[in-house]
């Protein structure tokens, strides 16, 4: 019996498959990684908020410029930290995108050959509907040319 033309697709179908799953778990990451800074610059910024607030009461009270230097060096420091966190979202925001791109490439090129394959098992299965009409039909016509006999 001759191969299928839908089956002959399979192999094609299964890469196309693969290369989507693999776009996808790496979109997956990138999301996770994307989620996982933003909850970091969250915290630095509660962090932040929170020794700002611990200055300035301690400030009210009355410090010596050794605390008061300190405490403005590491809140520039978190200062840093804050802005270099939001440039790491930036990147990773792009990253996450450019995954999303390729994931959606993928996805369309699974989608294609699965409809290809579609359209071949429908056309498939409307050749075999008239092959065994053709066979009852002509089984019918014998019986009846040889019921008359």
């Known amino acids: 019996m001759a191969v299928k033309r839908s089956d002959r697709f399979k192999p094609i179908h299964s890469m196309a498959q693969q290369s989507e799953d693999i776009a996808a778990q790496t979109l997956g990451k990138i999301q996770r990684e994307l989620n996982e800074h933003h909850l970091k610059l ?3 910024m509660k ?12 400030a009210e009270k009355g410090m010596s410029i050794v605390q008061m230097q300190s405490y403005q060096k590491f809140i520039s420091q978190l200062e840093t930290a804050i802005a270099e966190q939001k440039k790491q979202i930036i990147r990773t925001t ?5 995954s999303r791109a390729d994931w959606t490439t993928e996805r369309q090129k699974t989608q294609v050959i699965e409809k290809v394959i579609t359209r071949y098992k429908k056309q498939e299965l409307q050749i075999s509907n008239r092959q065994e009409q053709r066979r009852s039909d002509e089984f019918v016509a014998n019986r009846f040319w040889h019921k008359d006999k």
């Open 42 to 44: 969250s915290e630095l």
């Open 47 to 58: 962090y932040y908020e929170d020794y700002l607030t611990q200055f300035n009461e301690k």
């Open 94 to 98: 792009e990253a996450c995108d450019s």
